[in-house]
């Protein structure tokens, strides 16, 4: 990585504090990502990314800034890029996923939340995130009650927006939704003068669909027997499309998908089990669970998680000649999600059923982050739907710290031994 | 207490685990309850209230039920109960404080999760309340996480109807919830087969509104210095209000009311520091933190929680002539309830701080169900806004169990000398 020290620190961060950062990430990443065996080609480009995950894509961002665009911090599934893209601002995507920047977060949150909340709050009240000090506006959202309040917190540092997601699907609710959507256009508008039109958001919704489109492809490879892409690169790459740039991520991700046709063509069998992690995110440099489950005789196949196919499944349909027609086909898909923010939320256990035949799993993870409620008290739910077909689940709550993986692993270890 | 084992055996109660329960009541209450000295004749109707608790009350629903008439369950104060009482059902709220029904609760919800949720699952999971066993329906509402999901377990075991409660406070959501509100009418005249009409909805608004004020009244005297009555005698009273027959409820308090007039003529100071609570409510029998507060040197003169202030403030307007009329002034109300639910929520350290001076408080004590993540983030607001008026605050987080009483005891001690 270059030296972007000057960089940092005109962006306000605490440079001594982030050092201690950059000095732990290349290690973790090397011992857990470098070490795989036979990996493709392809996956040199997203080794680079994280690399430079805070050097180069900031100098980039920079740019942009200089040249009068803006930055746009999201936290969630549900704030649509297409609208961003649509007013020539660049979006990232903020979800924090390492234990380092809890500590911060615990000085203005309690400790009992969701480590995800407290890591991004502690990025931007620690000034260790170079992607938050990089942004004019976050676009916030109430998914849930921690991040909700979390909020009002963060707005004494950035500028904040938050969008009111329903927590219903009925009909009024897709109403709702598309009203939240006009309202964040106008603020968007707003914060970067440019109009977002017909076609400027039409060109937002291709760009949108083609990422999608790219990861969709990546997963289907995870359906052959062994999959030809290991469960820690697919997370990463899904982390990675959070904030990279999206017309180049696209493409360097189908570059890896045309190596992937054909190391497809010699897969050589083998009896590792095939799991499901479905649950909340895992956002970078968040590999703990994959990294103890793939040290076993296991590979994930797939996730039904927001760092996987909630964040890319159906697309934004482009009909339409009116601002107003795109943004309901944009209510249409966001709310085709189903997180557990919802009530009920059905859809998510047939999903998880669905996933579990297309990618023919053995067994699934329901692996949550603590003292996340929804998705913990939804887990009834999705055991009983697995258990009526059958198919093993093993719970897990944690956090980002290691003091568990111990634990976790003979657990997984009982899993593995059962199926 | 009268011998009703037949009427619990015929609400398909679990007679033996209730014996245990009803083995324990008594002897808390008497020693929480009954060692007060000098208490207002007044409180004996509260005493009888609460000997009955699981006896009489739940009669006269029998009464009520036999009659063709309905029950309603309720767990919060934005449930419109006017709307309930025009329908000519009972309204009961049915907050569940205690620790017994804990475990039961834990068999299918997370253990990470508020008290009092795990607490209402638990006394229908295990047959242990007769209230919720008398319910026909219970109406829901998305007020937190844990609830929102709770309901849907719920609905395993008793028909659930969730109003979806807005999570801002913008025009729009006012709106929102007028629509809330005339959908939960429609279900009501679906349940009771009675049509609410101009006429009974006013009758129902004018009967809340008489409970409202004979609580306001009761909280007035809080503000004489000292109080007439214990803070856990007007806890106890606001926790009453929830569920006993509204208008006899109104009568005996008014009567307490007026022995309290001649009271407050012969008032002996004396030198107790005069302390507000704020939070989360306590639901019956939940008086911890009021029997170790009161236990030292100190009266606790308001809370400003779900069972205080929350639900007694602001009457709902009778003006109007038609249905739509009296939905807005519905709305108009409860929107006023400042619940940390809401994102911003200004308006309660707004109140706090108007309160604080109201019933000249020496102190403030933010007590908080464990789990809660609204409450426990919003502390910092509640903090920052006291700091600023020189009011000491002290944060405490527990639930049902009395592990931690020693640990609270020692902490409001020290915030009492600190005063």
């Known amino acids: 990585m270059g030296d972007y020290r000057k960089l940092w620190s005109d962006l306000g961060m605490d440079l001594e504090k982030h050092d201690k950062l950059c000095a732990v990430l290349p290690e973790l990443y090397s011992s857990v990502y470098l070490t795989q065996e036979n990996r493709p080609e392809g996956m040199n480009y997203f080794n680079f990314v994280v690399a430079e995950v805070h050097g180069l894509r900031i100098q980039e961002l920079d740019e942009h800034k200089k040249d009068g665009g803006k930055v746009v911090g999201t936290f969630c599934v549900f704030v649509p890029d297409e609208v961003i893209l649509a007013a020539k601002a660049i979006s990232v995507g903020l979800c924090a996923g390492s234990q380092f920047w809890v500590e911060d977060g615990e000085k203005v949150l309690p400790r009992n939340l969701c480590p995800l909340i407290k890591a991004f709050m502690g990025a931007k009240v620690g000034g260790t995130c170079p992607y938050f000090n990089s942004c004019d506006m976050v676009i916030g959202e109430t998914t849930c009650d921690g991040k909700k309040k979390a909020w009002e917190i963060l707005e004494e540092y950035v500028p904040v927006h938050v969008m009111d997601l329903p927590q219903m699907k009925k009909s009024k609710d897709y109403k709702m939704w598309e009203d939240e959507i006009k309202i964040v256009i106008e603020k968007i508008e707003e914060l970067t003068g440019n109009k977002v039109t017909v076609e400027s958001l039409k060109e937002g919704i291709r760009i949108a669909n083609a990422k999608r489109r790219a990861l969709k492809r990546l997963y289907n490879f995870r359906k052959l027997k062994p999959s030809p892409i290991s469960g820690l690169d697919a997370l990463l790459i899904s982390q990675i499309a959070f904030y990279d740039n999206p017309l180049r991520f696209t493409e360097m991700l189908k570059a890896l998908c045309d190596e992937l046709d054909e190391r497809a063509k010699n897969l050589v069998p083998d009896n590792s089990k095939r799991l499901m992690i479905t649950g909340t995110p895992m956002a970078v440099p968040n590999w ?48 085709k999600i189903n997180c557990a923010c919802f009530t009920p939320n059905h859809g998510r256990i047939e999903d998880i059923i669905k996933y579990a035949k297309e990618y023919s799993v053995d067994g699934v993870i329901d692996a949550n982050l603590s003292f996340c409620h929804t998705y913990a008290i939804e887990h009834r739910d999705v055991e009983t739907g697995l258990k009526e077909k059958n198919i093993p689940v093993l719970q897990i709550e944690t956090d980002y710290s290691s003091e568990d993986s111990g634990q976790i692993k003979t657990r997984v270890e009982a899993l593995l031994e059962m199926i």
Chains 1, 2 share one sequence.
Not at 289 to 304: F, K, Y
């Open 288 to 335: 703990k669970l994959h990294s103890i489950i793939e040290g076993l005789d296991a590979q994930i196949v797939v996730e039904e998680t927001c760092t996987g196919t909630r964040y890319f499944e159906n697309e934004v349909s482009e009909e339409g000649d009116t601002i107003e027609d795109l943004i309901k086909n944009l209510a249409d898909r966001y709310l």
